[in-house]
């Protein structure tokens, strides 16, 4: 041993990607891998994905949302409390206790390689300190959608070296991003692109109807984003990272001759043997069918895109009676506000009636009847297979031509 750091990409993947043809991501001053895996709460992308993720040297990234249901002392920690008297902040700082946990746990499983983040999404009522505590753990980045992060540049403003990474849906999105933040003398270190029509979770659309806007398009988004950071001298230092439906190595490639600079993928590693949820999880996931997938608006008032469950099939029929009486609660059913706001405990009339720690968590332990399962578009590279993390990323690496037979 001589003491220096592994290269960021193992030997065998940095050799398949110079034969791929596609060009390695340039991101917190290293070469990675052009394939960031998404962050997927509750709990589906923890310490075991995003550090199998990184040592394969690509972009592993926890979800901050809810994960002390990792960690069975916190969880006895946080049962049975009473709201009003200090179950929120319990709750909180359980939970900022256990992204420390993982944090620690994913960078060593990385060994040093790859890239490590986490996702925060704005719309939660812990954004803040969920940020501030991931980067004074050391997170290499941090990445938020849901909502515009335009405070973001000041709570890493102690972090310079910190990649810090928005999720936008539109040129727009990254015209406003790019010139607010300039203002406060930092520069996105590259933006994800999520296309709203093909990812799933949480959408970067106003409704369920501008889902299939012309204007989310990668053939329309990467070219006009990229002329914007053209013009104003950027264009190198700020790469595009697509995000929603991408499946295969001819993919990638489209994307990266458009411009982009990598892919983010959610639901094809949120199946693998890596994958921090449940088995019965990954295969709702695996063998959902495109007629399967079903779009709805989510209790964070954007909209969603999941695996039509019974428990999401039972709730949509009876959505429009629960928003007609919608009404604000004296508190939040799991007493900790994970939201900033939510449909049903602010009794918000056109926004999700449910609980949606609930339906995630149940997801995260497999449960079909009452689980909320969050699914991108299009076929997984593996079919109903569930295979492994340096798998799909030696897939994702290889032309079709040159796959073995199935």
Same mark, same amino acid.
């Given at each position: 041993?001589?003491?220096?750091?592994?290269?960021?990409?193992?030997?065998?993947?940095?050799?398949?990607?110079?034969?791929?043809?596609? *060009?390695?991501? &340039?991101?917190? %001053?290293?070469?990675?891998?052009?394939?960031?895996?998404?962050?997927?709460?509750?709990?589906?992308?923890?310490?075991?994905?995003?550090?199998?993720?990184?040592?394969?040297?690509?972009?592993?990234?926890?979800?901050?949302?809810?994960?002390?249901?990792?960690?069975?002392?916190?969880?006895?920690?946080?049962?049975?409390?009473?709201?009003?008297?200090?179950?929120?902040?319990?709750?909180?700082?359980?939970?900022?206790?256990?992204?420390?946990?993982?944090?620690?746990?994913?960078?060593?499983?990385?060994?040093?390689?790859?890239?490590?983040?986490?996702?925060?999404?704005?719309?939660?009522? /812990?954004?803040?300190?969920?940020?501030?505590? $991931?980067?004074?753990?050391?997170?290499?980045?941090?990445?938020?959608? /849901?909502?515009?992060?335009?405070?973001?540049?000041?709570?890493?403003?102690?972090?310079?070296?910190?990649?810090?990474?928005?999720?936008?849906?539109?040129?727009?999105?990254? &015209?406003?991003?790019?010139?607010?933040?300039?203002?406060?003398?930092?520069?996105?270190?590259?933006?994800?692109?999520?296309?709203? *029509?093909?990812?799933?979770?949480?959408?970067?659309?106003?409704?369920?109807?501008?889902?299939?806007?012309?204007?989310?398009?990668?053939?329309?988004?990467?070219?006009?984003?990229?002329?914007?950071?053209?013009?104003?001298?950027?264009?190198?230092?700020?790469?595009?990272?697509?995000?929603?439906?991408?499946?295969?190595?001819?993919?990638?490639?489209?994307?990266? #001759?458009?411009?982009?600079?990598?892919?983010?993928?959610?639901?094809?590693?949120?199946?693998?043997?890596?994958?921090?949820?449940?088995?019965?999880?990954?295969?709702?996931?695996?063998?959902? *069918?495109?007629?399967?997938?079903?779009?709805?608006?989510?209790?964070?008032?954007?909209?969603?895109?999941?695996?039509?469950?019974?428990?999401?099939?039972?709730?949509?029929?009876?959505?429009?009676?629960? &928003?007609?009486?919608?009404? #604000?609660?004296?508190?939040?059913?799991?007493?900790?506000?994970?939201?900033?706001?939510?449909?049903?405990?602010?009794?918000?009339?056109?926004?999700?009636?449910?609980?949606?720690?609930? &339906?995630? $968590?149940?997801?995260?332990?497999?449960?079909?009847?009452?689980?909320?399962?969050?699914? %991108?578009?299009?076929?997984?590279?593996?079919?109903?297979?569930?295979?492994?993390?340096?798998?799909?990323?030696?897939?994702?690496?290889?032309?079709?031509?040159?796959?073995?037979?199935?």
């Amino acid at each position: 041993m001589n003491g220096t750091a592994p290269s960021p990409v193992p030997a065998g993947l940095w050799a398949l990607l110079q034969r791929s043809g596609l *060009r390695p991501l &340039q991101l917190g %001053g290293r070469s990675l891998l052009p394939v960031v895996q998404g962050g997927m709460g509750v709990g589906v992308s923890a310490h075991g994905l995003a550090g199998a993720v990184a040592a394969a040297g690509g972009v592993g990234t926890l979800s901050s949302v809810d994960l002390r249901r990792h960690h069975p002392d916190l969880m006895e920690r946080t049962t049975g409390l009473d709201p009003d008297h200090g179950a929120k902040e319990t709750i909180d700082d359980a939970n900022l206790e256990a992204l420390s946990r993982e944090i620690a746990a994913a960078r060593e499983l990385s060994g040093g390689r790859g890239l490590l983040a986490v996702n925060v999404m704005r719309a939660v009522s /812990a954004y803040a300190a969920s940020v501030k505590r $991931a980067l004074e753990d050391g997170i290499d980045a941090v990445v938020v959608g /849901a909502g515009l992060p335009l405070d973001l540049p000041d709570l890493a403003q102690d972090h310079p070296k910190a990649a810090l990474i928005p999720i936008l849906s539109d040129a727009r999105g990254v &015209q406003l991003i790019v010139k607010k933040w300039e203002r406060k003398k930092r520069l996105p270190d590259a933006i994800v692109i999520e296309h709203p *029509r093909l990812a799933g979770g949480h959408l970067g659309a106003a409704r369920v109807a501008d889902l299939k806007d012309p204007r989310f398009d990668f053939e329309n988004v990467i070219p006009q984003s990229l002329a914007f950071l053209r013009s104003a001298g950027l264009e190198r230092e700020v790469p595009l990272i697509c995000a929603g439906g991408i499946r295969s190595w001819e993919e990638i490639s489209q994307l990266q #001759a458009l411009g982009a600079a990598a892919v983010q993928l959610g639901t094809p590693f949120a199946v693998t043997l890596e994958s921090d949820a449940h088995a019965e999880f990954k295969r709702v996931l695996a063998e959902a *069918r495109s007629e399967d997938i079903v779009e709805f608006t989510s209790v964070a008032g954007l909209p969603a895109r999941a695996v039509g469950t019974p428990w999401l099939r039972n709730y949509l029929a009876s959505e429009a009676r629960l &928003q007609a009486v919608a009404h #604000a609660k004296s508190r939040c059913t799991k007493a900790f506000d994970c939201l900033a706001q939510c449909g049903l405990r602010d009794g918000l009339k056109g926004w999700g009636q449910f609980c949606i720690d609930n &339906q995630l $968590a149940a997801a995260l332990r497999g449960d079909v009847k009452k689980g909320l399962f969050f699914r %991108g578009a299009g076929e997984l590279p593996f079919g109903t297979q569930i295979r492994s993390v340096r798998e799909l990323i030696e897939r994702l690496l290889t032309p079709a031509a040159l796959l073995p037979a199935a």
